[in-house]
């Protein structure tokens, strides 16, 4: 069988959330692009991408947040969420968590978009 992935879009506090599950990697890492692409299309102000899901996070995953962030500009906050091995370590570990703000629960990255 395939590496599956989905992803779901909804509206919270505010902000577009992007979640994503199953296993993000070079089959799988074009889908999320398109599905980035079409919430950037709508100029939202925050976009947070929900790794919590993802049991495998590979490089060319990794690329398409980047690209995310080149393509979102100053018009578009975005903030990831990751919290396990899977995800946060290599975010961590390719100073990806210094390029957005990465975030360990989903209520923490709302909390932190809401003005003070």
């Known amino acids: ?3 599956t992935m989905t992803t779901s879009v909804a509206v ?3 902000a577009t ?3 994503v599950a199953g296993e993000v990697d070079l089959a799988t ?27 495998f996070l590979a ?15 100053e018009a578009t ?4 969420v990751a919290d396990g091995p899977a995800t946060s370590r290599q975010l961590k570990m390719t ?3 210094q390029v957005f703000a990465l975030h360990s629960t989903l209520e923490a990255a709302l909390a932190s ?3 003070n």
Do not use: F, N, Y
Not at 62 to 68: K, R
């Open 59 to 73: 490089s060319a995953g990794m690329a398409a947040l980047v690209a995310a962030h080149q393509r979102a500009g």
């Open 29 to 55: 890492a074009p889908a999320l692009e398109t599905a980035i692409e079409g919430i950037l299309a709508s100029k939202p102000t925050a976009l947070i991408i929900d790794l919590t899901a993802v049991s």
């Open 12 to 14: 919270r506090d505010g």
């Open 17 to 19: 959330v992007l979640t």
């Open 1 to 3: 069988m395939a590496d």
């Open 77 to 80: 906050t975005i903030a990831v």
């Open 113 to 115: 978009l809401r003005p």
């Open 95 to 97: 100073s990806l968590d």
